[in-house]
C-alpha cells in the first residue's frame, strides 16, 4: 500500500508559475513505482498531465503542458514533483498524485491515487 499526499496549489495569475508536491509513505516501496499527475477540470474527464519512470531518465507530457511543466522525483525523500511554469487559465483543475507499474497515459493503469490540489489560474 502506498498513500499519495499533493501539496502546492493555490491561486495564481496567468504567466505564473507554482510547484506541486506529492509525498509517498506506507509499505510500498517508493522507488519501484512509476509515478504520474493527472488533472481534472470541472466538469471534464481526468485528464493526464505528466509520468515519470522509476529512476527519472524517462518522462512523457501531455502536448497542452509540454515545455511549460516538468515532472521530477527524489526516491530518497519519496516525494515527486510538478514544476508549472507560464500557467493558463486552461490548467484550472484539480491535480492529482499517482502510482503504478507502468509509465502510462491512461488513468487505468495507475494504482495509487492521492486526494488532490486545487490548481487555479485567474486570467
Known amino acids: 500500500q502506498m498513500q499519495l499526499l499533493e501539496s502546492g496549489g493555490g491561486l495564481v495569475q496567468a504567466g505564473g508559475s507554482l510547484r506541486l508536491s506529492c509525498t509517498a509513505s506506507g509499505r510500498a516501496v517508493f522507488s519501484n513505482y512509476r509515478m504520474g499527475w493527472f488533472r481534472q477540470a470541472p466538469g471534464k474527464e481526468r485528464e493526464f498531465v505528466a509520468a515519470i519512470n522509476w529512476g527519472g531518465s524517462r518522462t512523457i507530457y501531455a502536448d497542452s503542458v509540454k515545455g511549460r511543466f516538468t515532472i521530477s522525483r527524489d526516491n530518497a525523500k519519496n516525494t515527486l514533483s510538478l514544476q508549472m511554469n507560464s500557467l493558463e487559465y486552461e490548467d484550472t483543475a484539480v491535480y492529482y498524485c499517482?502510482?503504478?507499474?507502468?509509465?502510462?497515459?491512461?488513468?487505468?493503469?495507475?494504482?495509487?491515487w492521492g486526494q488532490g490540489t486545487q490548481v487555479t489560474v485567474s486570467s
Open positions: 499517482a502510482g503504478g507499474p507502468r509509465t502510462s497515459d491512461q488513468s487505468d493503469d495507475w494504482t495509487y
